[in-house]
Each structure stands twice: as C-alpha cells, then as structure tokens.
C-alpha cells in the first residue's frame, strides 16, 4: 500500500466522521493542501514513513489539528498562547473517529501526541501520531 493510499484513507475517516467535521470551524487537509494563512481550526495530514511492499507493512502518519492562538497579557506584555480549551475537544473526536475506523487489512494504533506551537503562524497544532500495521490488500 502506497503513502498516498493511507493519506486517502484517513482524509475519509475525518471528513465523513460528523463528530470531527462538526468540532472544527475550518477544514482536513491533506499536506501541501491547507489554504495560505488560513486562520481557521484545520486538520492536516500526511504519512511519514512506509516501509514499502513486503508484508507486513509498518507505516507512520501525521494528524495536525490546527488551532488559532490565544492573545494574552503576561506582564503587560502582550503573549500568544495555545487555546488548549478549543484543542481539547477536538483532539478527542478525533481520536474517538480512528480508534473506531474498521478498515480489513489494517490496523491503527494511536502513538504519541504533543501539541507543538507553530513558528510561521500565531497558532499551535496537535500532533497525533498513527502508527499502521497493514496485514494484506488486495493489491
């Protein structure tokens, strides 16, 4: 199973999942894919490694859930922080959507999750890591 294939194969598990498309105000995106400056709370996907054609396939993707910033002040100065109260919820959608995808051939396991802030944007983002065990497709 190509990259692209499991990029294909979440991008339906979170666009047809109502409990993630409703938690979020903006889009899913595969990498590359996300609007220019987008300010809007977006999902953005892409799959790392694929150890290729022998069986079984060991494979690890990205799941980036992009989230505007917070403007606070900490000493009178103005700071930006993560907006850990609108990432919560939907981080767990998110996670609730693939632990519950049943897809024959393939296993998902979640792996870690950290939320890093974003150096070329006023936003932080969620990483969560889906490692893939693909037992056999049709190929």
Known sequence: MQSIELD?????????????????????YVLGERPDGS??????????????ESRPQLAT??????VP??????GGQP???????TLRPIIAAVKRSLKAA????????LGAENVIRE???????ANIRVEWFIAGTNE
């Open 69 to 74: 910033d917070q403007e606070v002040r900490i």
């Open 102 to 109: 049943v897809i024959e051939g393939l296993t998902i396991r």
């Open 61 to 66: 993707s990205n799941v980036n859930i992009h």
């Open 39 to 52: 300010k809007l709370q977006d999902i953005v996907i892409n799959t790392l490694t694929n150890s290729g």
């Open 79 to 85: 700071q930006r922080k993560a907006d850990r109260e």
């Open 8 to 28: 294909d194969i979440l991008y339906r598990i979170l666009t047809t999942s109502a409990e993630v498309t409703a938690a979020i105000n903006g889009g899913v």
């Open 119 to 125: 150096t070329q944007a006023p936003e932080h983002y």
